[in-house]
């Protein structure tokens, strides 16, 4: 493929998803992961869940207006899908939060458009995000 863009180095074994985001014809490639704000704070025993999307096209340039930060990372691989029906890619993630040692991580499915604008998120009314606690 022969891209070369840059990305926080990941060792995650998620992988990336390619689409045609933008006004050209050629496809683009999409890598989500946690930025390199993420970790774990060893004073507060908190998490900074600060994500990061890069859309990359194929000569490893990244596309105007991108990345984009997310709050929340992601370990899994991106879906590049028509969600909404307008006729432009949207970008399907899920966003993974870690809390301190004794809080379980939650997690969500948002959805972007083309722009890095979020459709959806799978938020519920407490303002949390929705998903399966882990064990
Ligand atoms: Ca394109
Ligand atoms: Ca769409």
């Known amino acids: 493929m022969g ?3 840059s ?3 990941c060792f995650y074994s998620a992988n990336a998803a390619v689409g045609n985001f933008d006004d050209d014809p050629q496809l683009e490639i999409v890598i989500a992961e ?3 704000f993420a970790g774990r704070d060893s004073g507060t025993g908190t998490w900074d869940n600060t994500g990061i999307i890069h ?3 194929t000569d490893g340039t990244e596309v105007s207006g991108w990345p984009k930060y997310t709050q929340g990372i992601t370990l899994s691989s991106p879906v590049v899908a028509d969600v ?3 006729g432009s890619e949207d970008l399907i993630v899920g966003h993974m939060y870690l809390g301190s ?7 969500g499915v948002y959805v972007y458009d083309r722009s890095g604008n979020v459709l959806s998120a799978g938020r519920n009314s407490s303002g949390r995000v929705s998903g399966r606690r882990r064990r």
């Open 101 to 107: 040692s004794y809080e379980p991580a939650l997690g």
């Open 3 to 5: 891209a070369a863009g």
């Open 34 to 36: 946690p930025s390199e």
């Open 55 to 57: 859309l990359f096209n």
């Open 7 to 9: 990305v926080n180095g």
């Open 84 to 86: 909404n029906g307008d």
